[in-house]
């Protein structure tokens, strides 16, 4: 037996509704990976001036990030990915995330 919504505008509005949540996953995921870029771009500008224990410790910090925004730029492929959305060649642009320091 299948099952027929009683108004045929409940299936546009649950379709709404799954729309709104992917948009905000994307928008999350995206803000997140935006604030780690920025801390990123900010470490990125001290290390030159850091020396000894301080250095070691922004290199550290500078390596986790990076594996954070990596790990945050593949979430927001899949998730481009499951909504159909098949070009991710702005992704490097829109979001790039700097080599890795020693």
Known sequence: MALRP????SVLHVEL?????????????GEKLEALLSEL????????????AARTSALERHATLRA???QQ??????????MGLR????????YPIPDARH
């Open 6 to 9: 009683r108004n045929p505008g």
């Open 17 to 29: 509704e799954l729309a709104k949540e992917k948009a905000g996953g994307l928008r999350r995921v």
């Open 41 to 52: 771009r900010r470490l990125e500008h001290e290390l030159p001036h850091l020396h000894g």
């Open 68 to 70: 954070d925004a990596l």
């Open 73 to 82: 730029r593949y979430f927001l492929h899949v998730q481009r990915e499951a």
């Open 87 to 94: 070009q991710h060649g702005d992704l490097d642009a829109l």
